[in-house]
C-alpha cells in the first residue's frame, strides 16, 4: 500500500474523447475469510504516513500545579489537539500529492507549533472527472484525484462511515473518519464537482450538484478555450498541452457523473443530466470546430519540424485534424448551424434510448408461487429469486418456498432460459426480453427512425454517402473489408450452425420432449444445456462452487504477474466508491512501484445499474497532467460487471461464462493501465481504432482455457478442492460447443448494424425490422419471432460507440486469437517462454496505446500481418464448407 500511496500523488484529468469498453454480457457486501480479510482491507481509523505506516499520537503533557495552570495546560491542550488534526489531515493529503510538503507536516508534529497559512496553497489548477467512452460490443457478453482516503459526505458535516469491502458474504466491518479540520473544504462546504481530488467523489456527488457544478465548469473552460484560441501558437506547448488541461477538466467531470448514471441511476439524476447535457455538447463542438486550434494543428503539421517528431505526436496531429473535419469545422455556417442541431439531437436521442432500455428492463417482473413454475431451477437461481423478492416487499421470501421473482436481469433471465422445466415460463421470459423497450411510452421504435435519420443527414453534410463510412474513417477496415470478413466467417459457420440444430432437434426427441419437431427460440439454451450435459457431463450449475468470485480474482492477478510482471492488492479505503460492494485495487510493476490503479464493481443490481459489462477510463496517464512535473499522472480504469451476487452465507459464485466476461474487461483495463505513453491523448486506450480495441480483451479470454490458469482459479469454495482433472478436459472439449451457432448470433447483430447505417433508406418502403428479418435469413438457421424487436434493445449502436462497428467485434477476434498463437507457437507449457512473450505482448499491444497505427503494432509483435486461421482453428470452423 505503501508505493500505491506515495505513487498517487501522480493522478489528475485526462482527454476528451470518450470511450467506454462494454460487453453484453450479463451486489452485496461479502466479506472473505478472516485471513483474507485481513490482507484485503484497509483501515481508515488512523492516519497514514508517506511510507505507510500508522503513526502513532503523540503524547502531550500539561503542568497540574494550580488552577492557572491546569486552564493554561487546557488551553494548550485543546489547541495542541486542533492543530494535531489539521496536521494529520493535511499529511495525508500532501503525501499523496506534494511530497515534500508531506515532510514538512510530518516534521510539524513532532516540532514546536508554527504554521503559514502560506504554506498549504495549493495549484489553482486541479482536475475534477473523468472521460468515458462508448461500450464494449458482446452484446451477448463481453468496455474514471489529492487521495482522499478521509472523504466527506455531501449531505452532511457530520461524520461519515467508510465501508471495508470484500468479496465475502458477510457485512462488511466500518471504520469512522473524523472531522476535517478547519482549513480545509468539507464537501458539504462546495460542489464535489469542483473539488481539488485525485479520485472522484463518487460517495459524494449527487444530482443536486450536476446542475451548478457542470455550469460553473463550462463557464470556466469556455474562457481558458477563449484565451487559448487569442495566444495559441503552433508549438507543443501553446497548442496541444493547454487543450489537454481544458479536454480533461471537463472529460473527468462529466465522465463521473454518467458513470453514476450507469451504476447508480435515478430520475433525479436524468434530469439533471438532460438539462446540461445541451451546454455539454455545445461545449464540446465549439471546442471540435476551432479554428485556430485547427489551423495551428494543421501548421505542425506542415512545419519543417514535422519528421522530428515521435510517432505518438504526429498521431496526435493527424487524428485531431481528422476529428475536426468529422466535427463539420470545414462547413459553411449554415450547414454548421445544421450539424450542431443534429448533434444536440443525437446525443439527447442516445440517452432517451438508453434510459428507455433500462426502465424496461427494471419493468418487467414475474412474481412466481407455485414451486412447480420453476421446476429445473438451480439452488443459486432459486435464493436470487428469492432474495430479489425480499427486496420487493416478500419479507418471508426462501429459497426453498418462495415467493420467487423473475426478472429480466441477466443472471436471473439465464437461469430460466438455461434451467426452466416449465416451457410456458421460458416463453413468456424470451417473449418479454426480446420486445424491451418496443411499446408504450418506453418505445425506441421511434428512436431509432430519427436515430438513422439524423446520422444519414450528418453524413451527407460532411460529404460521405452514409454514417457507415463516417464511421469507417477513424477504424481499419472499410465497409467493403468488414462485409468480406463477415462473409468469410458466416461461410464457415452456416453448416456447423445447421447441424446444431439437427443436434438439438434429435437429443430433444430421445429425451421424449413433445415440442422435439418444433423447436423455438426459447427451447434453444434449455435443450443446449441439457446436450452439453449429455455430451460432456458438464453441468454449469455444479461448477459453480469451483468459481468463487475471490478465487477468480486471485488467479487472474497471479496470471498478470506471471504474463506481464505486476502485482495486484487490495486498495480499498484509499478512494471513494459508489457502493459498498465496489473494490480499489493498485497495480505494482515488478519493483513494487504503483503505475496504475482501478475500480471492480461486480454485481448486478437491477433496480439502479444498466446491465451487460463494460471498461472504462477514469484517467489516463499523462506527462503533462503530472503532479511533480516529473513523473507521469497515473492511469484509473474501472471494471463493471452484472454478476449473481452472494446469496446467503454464500459468496458470489460463478458460472463460467462469468469468468470468461471478468478476464474480457480485466484485458481492456489492462491496456488501459500498463501504458507506458506518456502522451495523455493517445494512451491507453484513446485513440486506438475501434475495431481494434477489442484484441487485448478478447486475448485475455483464451487464458480461461489455459490448464495452469483454470486450475488456479478452479477451487471449491467450501472444500478448497481443485477442479477435477477429468472436468477440466471436459471443458476444454466443450469450448467449441455450438460455435456455429454463436458464431451466427454475434453476425446477425454485425451484418444488420452495417445494412442499416449503409443501406437502409429511413422513411422508405423497408422498416427496420424488416431489415432485421432479410439478415437474419443468411444469418439465423431458426429465423427471428415476427415480433422480435431486439433492435429496440441494441443498446451498442444507439446508445454507444458501435454504430456501423459492431463487427470490431469479428475484426478483433481475428487479432486476439493470432496474438494468442503466438504463446501456442511459443510453448503454453514452457513458462520462461511464456513470459518472454507476455512480456513482448506488453511491450508492444498493451504499452504503445494509440500512440501507433495498430497494424504496425501487431506487427511489431507478431511479426507478420494477422491472419483468420487461428481464430477459425480454435472454433473448430475448419475447412471452410458451406452451403448457404
Same mark, same amino acid.
Given at each position: 500500500?505503501?508505493?500505491?500511496?506515495?505513487?498517487?500523488?501522480?493522478?489528475?484529468?485526462?482527454?476528451?474523447?470518450?470511450?467506454?469498453?462494454?460487453?453484453?454480457?450479463?451486489?452485496?457486501?461479502?466479506?472473505?475469510?478472516?485471513?483474507?480479510?485481513?490482507?484485503?482491507?484497509?483501515?481508515?481509523?488512523?492516519?497514514?504516513?508517506?511510507?505507510?505506516?500508522?503513526?502513532?499520537?503523540?503524547?502531550?503533557?500539561?503542568?497540574?500545579?494550580?488552577?492557572?495552570?491546569?486552564?493554561?495546560?487546557?488551553?494548550?491542550?485543546?489547541?495542541?489537539?486542533?492543530? !494535531?488534526?489539521?496536521?494529520?489531515?493535511?499529511?495525508?493529503?500532501?503525501?499523496?500529492?506534494?511530497?515534500?510538503?508531506?515532510?514538512?507536516?510530518?516534521?510539524?508534529?513532532?516540532?514546536?507549533?508554527?504554521?503559514?497559512?502560506?504554506?498549504?496553497?495549493?495549484?489553482?489548477?486541479?482536475?475534477?472527472?473523468?472521460?468515458?467512452?462508448?461500450?464494449?460490443?458482446?452484446?451477448?457478453?463481453?468496455?474514471?484525484?489529492?487521495?482522499?482516503?478521509?472523504?466527506?459526505?455531501?449531505?452532511?458535516?457530520?461524520?461519515?462511515?467508510?465501508?471495508?469491502?470484500?468479496?465475502?458474504?458477510?457485512?462488511?466491518?466500518?471504520?469512522?473518519?473524523?472531522?476535517?479540520?478547519?482549513?480545509?473544504?468539507? &464537501?458539504?462546504?462546495?460542489?464535489?464537482?469542483?473539488?481539488?481530488?485525485?479520485?472522484?467523489?463518487?460517495?459524494?456527488?449527487?444530482?443536486?450538484?450536476?446542475?451548478?457544478?457542470?455550469?460553473?465548469?463550462?463557464?470556466?473552460?469556455?474562457?481558458?478555450?477563449?484565451?487559448?484560441?487569442?495566444?495559441?501558437?503552433?508549438?507543443?506547448?501553446?497548442?496541444?498541452?493547454?487543450?489537454?488541461?481544458?479536454?480533461?477538466?471537463?472529460?473527468?467531470?462529466?465522465?463521473?457523473?454518467?458513470?453514476?448514471?450507469?451504476?447508480?441511476?435515478?430520475?433525479?439524476?436524468?434530469?439533471?443530466?438532460?438539462?446540461?447535457?445541451?451546454?455539454?455538447?455545445?461545449?464540446?463542438?465549439?471546442?471540435?470546430?476551432?479554428?485556430?486550434?485547427?489551423?495551428?494543428?494543421?501548421?505542425?503539421?506542415?512545419?519543417?519540424?514535422?519528421?522530428?517528431?515521435?510517432?505518438?505526436?504526429?498521431?496526435?496531429?493527424?487524428?485531431?485534424?481528422?476529428?475536426?473535419?468529422?466535427?463539420?469545422?470545414?462547413?459553411?455556417?449554415?450547414?454548421?448551424?445544421?450539424?450542431?442541431?443534429?448533434?444536440?439531437?443525437?446525443?439527447?436521442?442516445?440517452?432517451?434510448?438508453?434510459?428507455?432500455?433500462?426502465?424496461?428492463?427494471?419493468?418487467?417482473?414475474?412474481?412466481?408461487?407455485?414451486?412447480?413454475?420453476?421446476?429445473?431451477?438451480?439452488?443459486?437461481?432459486?435464493?436470487?429469486?428469492?432474495?430479489?423478492?425480499?427486496?420487493?416487499?416478500?419479507?418471508?421470501?426462501?429459497?426453498?418456498?418462495?415467493?420467487?421473482?423473475?426478472? !429480466?436481469?441477466?443472471?436471473?433471465?439465464?437461469?430460466?432460459?438455461?434451467?426452466?422445466?416449465?416451457?410456458?415460463?421460458?416463453?413468456?421470459?424470451?417473449?418479454?426480453?426480446?420486445?424491451?423497450?418496443?411499446?408504450?411510452?418506453?418505445?425506441?421504435?421511434?428512436?431509432?427512425?430519427?436515430?438513422?435519420?439524423?446520422?444519414?443527414?450528418?453524413?451527407?453534410?460532411?460529404?460521405?454517402?452514409?454514417?457507415?463510412? $463516417?464511421?469507417?474513417?477513424?477504424?481499419?477496415?472499410?465497409?467493403?473489408?468488414?462485409?468480406?470478413?463477415?462473409?468469410?466467417?458466416?461461410?464457415?459457420?452456416?453448416?456447423?450452425?445447421?447441424?446444431?440444430?439437427?443436434?438439438?432437434?434429435?437429443?430433444?426427441?430421445?429425451?421424449?420432449?413433445?415440442?422435439?419437431?418444433?423447436?423455438?427460440?426459447?427451447?434453444?439454451?434449455?435443450?443446449?444445456?441439457?446436450?452439453?450435459?449429455?455430451?460432456?457431463?458438464?453441468?454449469?450449475?455444479?461448477?459453480?462452487?469451483?468459481?468463487?468470485?475471490?478465487?477468480?480474482?486471485?488467479?487472474?492477478?497471479?496470471?498478470?504477474?506471471?504474463?506481464?510482471?505486476?502485482?495486484? /492488492?487490495?486498495?480499498?479505503?484509499?478512494?471513494?466508491?459508489?457502493?459498498?460492494?465496489?473494490?480499489?485495487?493498485?497495480?505494482?510493476?515488478?519493483?513494487?512501484?504503483?503505475?496504475?490503479?482501478?475500480?471492480?464493481?461486480?454485481?448486478?443490481?437491477?433496480?439502479?445499474?444498466?446491465?451487460?459489462?463494460?471498461?472504462?477510463?477514469?484517467?489516463?496517464?499523462?506527462?503533462?497532467?503530472?503532479?511533480?512535473?516529473?513523473?507521469?499522472? !497515473?492511469? $484509473?480504469?474501472?471494471?463493471?460487471?452484472?454478476?449473481?451476487?452472494?446469496?446467503?452465507?454464500?459468496?458470489?459464485?460463478?458460472?463460467?461464462?462469468?469468468?470468461?466476461?471478468?478476464?474480457?474487461?480485466?484485458?481492456?483495463?489492462?491496456?488501459?493501465?500498463?501504458?507506458?505513453?506518456?502522451?495523455?491523448?493517445?494512451?491507453?486506450?484513446?485513440?486506438?481504432?475501434?475495431?481494434?480495441?477489442?484484441?487485448?480483451?478478447?486475448?485475455?479470454?483464451?487464458?480461461?482455457?489455459?490448464?495452469?490458469?483454470?486450475?488456479?482459479?478452479?477451487?471449491?469454495?467450501?472444500?478448497?478442492?481443485?477442479?477435477?482433472?477429468?472436468?477440466?478436459?471436459?471443458?476444454?472439449?466443450?469450448?467449441?460447443?455450438?460455435?456455429?451457432?454463436?458464431?451466427?448470433?454475434?453476425?446477425?447483430?454485425?451484418?444488420?448494424?452495417?445494412?442499416?447505417?449503409?443501406?437502409?433508406?429511413?422513411?422508405?418502403?423497408?422498416?427496420?425490422?424488416?431489415?432485421?428479418?432479410?439478415?437474419?435469413?443468411?444469418?439465423?438457421?431458426?429465423?427471428?419471432?415476427?415480433?422480435?424487436?431486439?433492435?429496440?434493445?441494441?443498446?451498442?449502436?444507439?446508445?454507444?460507440?458501435?454504430?456501423?462497428?459492431?463487427?470490431?467485434?469479428?475484426?478483433?477476434?481475428?487479432?486476439?486469437?493470432?496474438?494468442?498463437?503466438?504463446?501456442?507457437?511459443?510453448?503454453?507449457?514452457?513458462?520462461?517462454?511464456?513470459?518472454?512473450?507476455?512480456?513482448?505482448?506488453?511491450?508492444?499491444? !498493451?504499452?504503445?496505446?494509440?500512440?501507433?497505427?495498430?497494424?504496425?503494432?501487431? &506487427?511489431?509483435?507478431?511479426?507478420? /500481418?494477422?491472419?483468420?486461421?487461428?481464430?477459425?482453428?480454435?472454433?473448430?470452423?475448419?475447412?471452410?464448407?458451406?452451403?448457404?
Amino acid at each position: 500500500m505503501s508505493r500505491c500511496t506515495v505513487q498517487a500523488r501522480n493522478l489528475t484529468r485526462d482527454d476528451g474523447r470518450r470511450r467506454v469498453i462494454e460487453a453484453g454480457r450479463k451486489k452485496r457486501d461479502p466479506a472473505p475469510a478472516a485471513s483474507e480479510t485481513k490482507a484485503m482491507t484497509v483501515s481508515k481509523s488512523k492516519p497514514i504516513s508517506q511510507n505507510g505506516t500508522r503513526i502513532p499520537k503523540p503524547v502531550l503533557y500539561a503542568s497540574s500545579s494550580g488552577p492557572s495552570r491546569a486552564l493554561y495546560g487546557s488551553i494548550l491542550l485543546i489547541i495542541a489537539l486542533t492543530i !494535531l488534526l489539521m496536521a494529520t489531515r493535511f499529511t495525508l493529503s500532501c503525501s499523496l500529492q506534494y511530497p515534500a510538503l508531506a515532510v514538512a507536516a510530518r516534521h510539524f508534529r513532532s516540532q514546536p507549533f508554527c504554521l503559514k497559512a502560506s504554506s498549504l496553497s495549493l495549484p489553482k489548477y486541479y482536475p475534477t472527472q473523468l472521460p468515458k467512452s462508448p461500450p464494449c460490443p458482446l452484446w451477448s457478453s463481453s468496455f474514471l484525484l489529492c487521495l482522499h482516503s478521509l472523504h466527506w459526505s455531501a449531505k452532511t458535516s457530520t461524520r461519515s462511515t467508510t465501508t471495508v469491502r470484500s468479496f465475502a458474504a458477510a457485512s462488511p466491518s466500518k471504520s469512522t473518519v473524523s472531522q476535517p479540520p478547519s482549513g480545509m473544504t468539507s &464537501v458539504g462546504d462546495k460542489n464535489p464537482l469542483l473539488t481539488d481530488f485525485n479520485f472522484p467523489p463518487f460517495d459524494s456527488i449527487e444530482a443536486e450538484h450536476v446542475r451548478p457544478g457542470i455550469r460553473a465548469l463550462l463557464k470556466e473552460l469556455e474562457g481558458e478555450l477563449e484565451e487559448l484560441e487569442k495566444t495559441v501558437e503552433p508549438t507543443w506547448p501553446k497548442l496541444v498541452e493547454p487543450l489537454e488541461k481544458i479536454i480533461d477538466r471537463i472529460t473527468v467531470v462529466w465522465g463521473a457523473i454518467n458513470h453514476l448514471k450507469s451504476v447508480k441511476d435515478s430520475s433525479e439524476l436524468r434530469a439533471a443530466i438532460e438539462e446540461v447535457q445541451p451546454e455539454k455538447v455545445a461545449f464540446d463542438l465549439k471546442l471540435s470546430q476551432s479554428k485556430p486550434i485547427y489551423n495551428a494543428y494543421k501548421a505542425i503539421r506542415g512545419s519543417p519540424d514535422w519528421d522530428s517528431l515521435s510517432d505518438a505526436r504526429k498521431r496526435i496531429v493527424e487524428t485531431s485534424i481528422e476529428e475536426a473535419i468529422l466535427s463539420g469545422i470545414a462547413l459553411e455556417d449554415d450547414k454548421r448551424e445544421q450539424f450542431n442541431k443534429i448533434e444536440q439531437e443525437l446525443a439527447k436521442l442516445s440517452r432517451k434510448f438508453e434510459e428507455n432500455v433500462l426502465d424496461a428492463t427494471k419493468k418487467y417482473e414475474n412474481v412466481i408461487t407455485d414451486k412447480k413454475d420453476i421446476e429445473g431451477l438451480p439452488a443459486t437461481a432459486l435464493g436470487l429469486a428469492a432474495q430479489t423478492a425480499v427486496t420487493k416487499g416478500h419479507e418471508n421470501a426462501t429459497a426453498e418456498n418462495g415467493p420467487w421473482i423473475i426478472t !429480466l436481469d441477466a443472471p436471473s433471465l439465464m437461469s430460466v432460459m438455461q434451467h426452466a422445466r416449465n416451457r410456458t415460463l421460458r416463453e413468456e421470459v424470451y417473449r418479454a426480453y426480446v420486445t424491451r423497450a418496443s411499446s408504450g411510452d418506453l418505445d425506441n421504435t421511434p428512436i431509432i427512425d430519427q436515430i438513422l435519420q439524423l446520422r444519414l443527414e450528418k453524413a451527407k453534410l460532411l460529404g460521405y454517402n452514409n454514417h457507415g463510412e $463516417v464511421s469507417m474513417a477513424t477504424k481499419m477496415a472499410t465497409v467493403d473489408k468488414a462485409l468480406e470478413l463477415l462473409e468469410k466467417i458466416r461461410a464457415a459457420s452456416w453448416d456447423p450452425a445447421v447441424k446444431d440444430m439437427e443436434d438439438l432437434k434429435q437429443f430433444s426427441k430421445s429425451q421424449g420432449a413433445p415440442e422435439a419437431d418444433n423447436l423455438n427460440h426459447w427451447d434453444l439454451s434449455f435443450w443446449s444445456e441439457r446436450l452439453r450435459e449429455s455430451k460432456y457431463e458438464i453441468n454449469e450449475e455444479e461448477l459453480r462452487p469451483y468459481f468463487s468470485l475471490p478465487k477468480v480474482m486471485d488467479g487472474l492477478f497471479n496470471l498478470a504477474k506471471m504474463l506481464f510482471g505486476i502485482n495486484i /492488492e487490495a486498495a480499498d479505503g484509499l478512494a471513494p466508491v459508489w457502493n459498498n460492494d465496489v473494490r480499489f485495487y493498485c497495480v505494482n510493476d515488478s519493483s513494487g512501484s504503483a503505475i496504475a490503479y482501478f475500480y471492480f464493481d461486480p454485481y448486478s443490481r437491477p433496480s439502479e445499474k444498466r446491465g451487460g459489462a463494460w471498461m472504462d477510463e477514469v484517467v489516463s496517464r499523462s506527462r503533462v497532467l503530472s503532479r511533480d512535473g516529473v513523473s507521469p499522472r !497515473l492511469p $484509473v480504469a474501472h471494471m463493471v460487471c452484472n454478476q449473481m451476487p452472494p446469496v446467503g452465507n454464500k459468496p458470489s459464485l460463478m458460472t463460467f461464462r462469468e469468468v470468461e466476461t471478468v478476464f474480457h474487461e480485466f484485458g481492456h483495463a489492462l491496456q488501459h493501465m500498463l501504458t507506458k505513453q506518456d502522451e495523455g491523448l493517445v494512451a491507453g486506450i484513446r485513440k486506438i481504432e475501434w475495431d481494434a480495441v477489442e484484441l487485448p480483451s478478447q486475448f485475455m479470454e483464451n487464458w480461461c482455457y489455459h490448464r495452469d490458469t483454470l486450475m488456479g482459479i478452479a477451487k471449491h469454495y467450501e472444500t478448497g478442492e481443485s477442479l477435477p482433472e477429468d472436468i477440466y478436459k471436459k471443458l476444454l472439449a466443450a469450448r467449441t460447443f455450438r460455435a456455429g451457432s454463436l458464431s451466427l448470433r454475434q453476425l446477425r447483430f454485425a451484418t444488420v448494424d452495417l445494412e442499416l447505417h449503409t443501406k437502409y433508406v429511413p422513411g422508405g418502403s423497408e422498416s427496420i425490422y424488416d431489415v432485421d428479418r432479410r439478415v437474419s435469413e443468411r444469418t439465423q438457421v431458426l429465423p427471428p419471432l415476427p415480433d422480435d424487436r431486439f433492435l429496440c434493445s441494441f443498446s451498442h449502436i444507439f446508445a454507444g460507440g458501435y454504430a456501423a462497428g459492431y463487427y470490431s467485434y469479428k475484426w478483433a477476434e481475428v487479432l486476439s486469437a493470432d496474438a494468442f498463437s503466438a504463446f501456442e507457437d511459443a510453448g503454453l507449457h514452457d513458462e520462461k517462454a511464456v513470459k518472454e512473450t507476455g512480456n513482448r505482448f506488453r511491450e508492444t499491444i !498493451l504499452a504503445l496505446g494509440g500512440g501507433k497505427a495498430p497494424l504496425e503494432v501487431f &506487427v511489431e509483435f507478431r511479426g507478420r /500481418e494477422p491472419s483468420p486461421e487461428a481464430l477459425l482453428r480454435h472454433n473448430g470452423l475448419l475447412p471452410v464448407t458451406a452451403s448457404a
